[in-house]
């Protein structure tokens, strides 16, 4: 196919280790799994970028400036991140797209017409549901249901609109941009695979053919 050219950013590092699981760091794993994806598709002819190649600080800032200040103008933009959630049950792939959404002007959180819609970014949510579909059948996690950020929803107890925050990759890369939850390292079952060449293996495989299925399909790269 037609060369994609792409940034692969490695959450956190440096100062920023991320969640912490019983064995491994966040910001570890990440640039682990962005090195190696970087590697896979350079072999198959894209132009990758990475935000960071070892154990740096890096502001959000500066992260999208990487993206938005190269030239050409990158296809994508896939932040790699893991999970973690109190609930030590939660396990599975799911990914974060940038959502617009829209407001009526004069009206709070607490009218239920405050929020207009809610418009995904289209070839966010479809790169966003390319990857966690390949990811999760290629390596075994569970798919979990992906989501746009920022995200509103009505509670009917609170009577008023509640919002999922917006995430500043998301909101302020020029570039399709996607951040990926590879899995939960607050699962004891996430977590043991998540350390494996095995299964890093099997995560990058799906990642590299989800990104270039996206390619073909919604770039037209063939």
């Known amino acids: 196919m ?9 959450g956190h ?5 991320g969640c912490r699981g019983h064995q491994a760091v966040e910001k570890e794993l990440t640039l682990i799994y962005a090195l190696d994806l970087a590697v896979e598709l350079k072999k198959r002819g894209h132009q990758i970028i990475l935000t960071r190649e070892d154990d740096r600080y890096l502001s959000l800032d500066e992260r999208t400036k990487i993206a938005n200040n190269h030239n ?3 296809d994508f933009f896939l932040s790699i991140h893991f999970d973690s959630n109190q609930n030590p049950k939660a ?3 799911w990914c974060l797209y940038y959502n617009k959404v829209y407001f009526q002007a004069g009206l709070t959180p607490k ?11 289209s070839l966010g949510r479809s790169l966003a549901n390319t990857l966690t579909c390949y990811i999760s059948r ?7 249901q992906n989501q746009g950020r920022p995200f509103y929803w009505w509670n009917e107890k609170e009577n008023q609109w509640k919002k999922e925050g917006q995430l500043y990759v998301l909101r302020h890369t020029k570039s399709c941009a996607v951040l990926c ?16 060449r095995d299964f890093q293996k099997k995560v990058i495989s799906g990642m590299v053919l989800a990104i270039e299925e996206w390619g073909r399909k919604y770039l037209g790269r063939v």
């Open 181 to 196: 939850e590879v899995c939960f390292l607050s699962n004891q079952e996430d977590e043991t695979r998540a350390i494996t």
């Open 91 to 93: 396990k599975g792939t």
């Open 13 to 17: 590092g440096g100062k920023d280790p």
């Open 111 to 121: 009218d239920q017409g405050y929020v207009i819609s809610q418009e995904p970014s």
């Open 138 to 144: 290629k390596a075994g996690t569970q798919f979990r």
């Open 2 to 10: 037609a060369s994609l050219v792409g940034v692969i950013d490695a």
């Open 72 to 74: 050409p103008q990158p």
